[in-house]
């Protein structure tokens, strides 16, 4: 009998290895007759500075394979990503700071970045290294903004149950950077990004933020998530006060569509979920299972969306003996309570299958789920997320945990922690969502 467990980890693990960030920066950029070339586009680098910029929890990695590809052309620059996802680098000044709520360090490392920016020229290069957390590891709030009106948003949205795009179109008009305020900023030098994709549909405007994209997003859109997740009366009163100018018009826009500036932008997608879901199917197929992949992103709410999971691979189960592998990838969401336990999207995702698993009483069907962040974290923890299986719930009950509690209270981790079931990976150097592993033999 196979080790399903093992089997989840190994496809996991080769999912990562696919879009590990400064191989992917290798595979899409080079240099050659004294040009970068990248995406179709070439890019002389005898003509001015070159500065190179950083935000997110990839982005280290990526700084690594820009320095080896260009060496003592770097100029200089700053790179920010999450402690503990840092990497030595030796032309760039590389900064840590908090995620998912911002903290001082972003702060600083946000004005040491605009700083590394000041009087670029139109000769001059910026390599923008772009991946998911940008958002809030670099918040530079706008004038009337203060870190802790931006913490006091960033709370209020992750415990709404918005998703990455609700949360970012708030965020980009509290920010000088996000909505394309990186453009602004690097005019009039050329301006080359480089992003790892963490969103669904990987729309630029969403990543990080977009700090080199348009916005297409209004003031009225931001307003509109404030009140869909009817959180108006709980924002910070300069952050009202601000959304509400700018519903009046009295407040400036992100950067829009068709803006001159964007002429000298050339955005260029490396990596995405698709990539770590393709690699993950290759992988279960080599171990010998039967594989589906899913088209559709996984999204909404994470005990939801994980019940419905399971249901697909009982459905498939029983069609054949054979083992099967199911893979799906995206973000879902949670929705806290008053008090919630600690935990994240995908150990509350994987704790829900669990219990419904063992409400299953003994069916005969033997199935291990796998529901992990690539970044290696989710939520305020240490872990990735979890690996359950039928007996995840009766281990936690003999160490005194009881699930429906547990899923009740958003207090996965413990639980999951109890009963052996945390998948726990480290900073992993990559971001490109969430990861569904579905392993059965009928």
């Not at 900064?95 to 709520?101: K, L, R």
């Not at 003031?219 to 910070?236: K, N, Q, S, T």
């Not at 249901?311 to 083992?323: C, D, K, M, S």
Request: hydrophobic content about 45%; proline content about 5%; glycine content about 12%.
């Amino acid at each position: 009998m196979p080790d399903r467990r093992a089997h989840a980890r190994e496809i996991f693990s080769a999912a990562l290895a696919a879009v590990e960030p400064a191989a992917a920066v290798l595979a899409q950029v080079r240099v050659a007759d004294g040009r970068l070339h990248a995406g179709g586009r070439s890019f002389a680098l005898d003509g001015g500075r070159i500065v190179v910029v950083g935000m997110g929890k990839a982005c280290a990695a990526m700084a690594q394979a820009i320095e080896q590809l260009l060496g003592a052309r770097v100029s200089g620059g700053v790179v920010i990503t999450k402690y503990g996802h840092g990497a030595p680098l030796s032309r760039l000044r590389l900064c840590e700071s908090a995620h998912p709520v911002p903290d001082e360090a972003g702060v600083r490392a946000a004005t040491l970045l605009e700083e590394s920016l000041r009087g670029l020229q139109a000769q001059d290069l910026v390599i923008c290294l772009l991946s998911g957390g940008a958002s809030a590891l670099m918040p530079a709030p706008r004038p009337g903004i203060s870190l802790a009106d931006k913490q006091a948003v960033a709370r209020l949205l992750l415990g709404s149950g918005a998703d990455i795009t609700a949360m970012n179109t708030v965020r980009k008009k509290l920010s000088r950077l996000k909505g394309g305020g990186l453009v602004r900023a690097c005019a009039p030098a050329r301006l080359l990004c480089l992003a790892i994709s963490d969103v669904i549909g990987d729309d630029w405007s969403i990543i990080g933020s977009g700090p080199t994209s348009p916005d297409p997003s209004t003031f009225a859109d931001a307003w509109a998530v404030v009140e869909r997740f009817a959180i108006a009366e709980r924002l910070p009163p300069a952050v009202f006060e601000l959304l509400q100018r700018g519903l009046a018009g009295a407040e400036a826009e992100t950067l829009k569509p068709g803006d001159p500036a964007l002429a000298r932008v050339t955005n260029l997608l490396l990596a995405s979920n698709q990539q770590a879901v393709a690699a993950a199917a290759a992988c279960a197929t080599r171990l010998g299972y039967q594989v589906t992949t899913e088209t559709q992103p996984m999204q909404g709410e994470a005990r939801a969306q994980g019940e419905a999971f399971l249901e697909r691979v009982l459905a498939a189960a029983q069609a054949g003996p054979q083992p099967r592998c199911r893979v799906a990838g995206g973000e879902t969401t949670v929705t806290l309570g008053a008090t919630p336990g600690l935990g994240g999207r995908n150990q509350e995702l994987a704790l829900a299958v669990a219990v419904a698993l063992a409400g299953r009483g003994a069916a005969p069907l033997e199935l291990t789920l796998l529901a992990g962040g690539t970044d290696g974290t989710d939520g305020p923890t240490d872990a990735a997320g979890g690996i359950v299986d039928r007996g995840t719930v009766a281990r936690a009950m003999a160490a005194g945990e009881d699930a429906q509690a547990a899923l009740q209270g958003h207090d996965a981790y413990h639980l999951l922690r109890s009963s052996g079931d945390l998948l726990i990976t480290g900073p992993t150097g990559t971001n490109v969502m969430d990861l569904l592993i579905g392993l059965s033999a009928g």
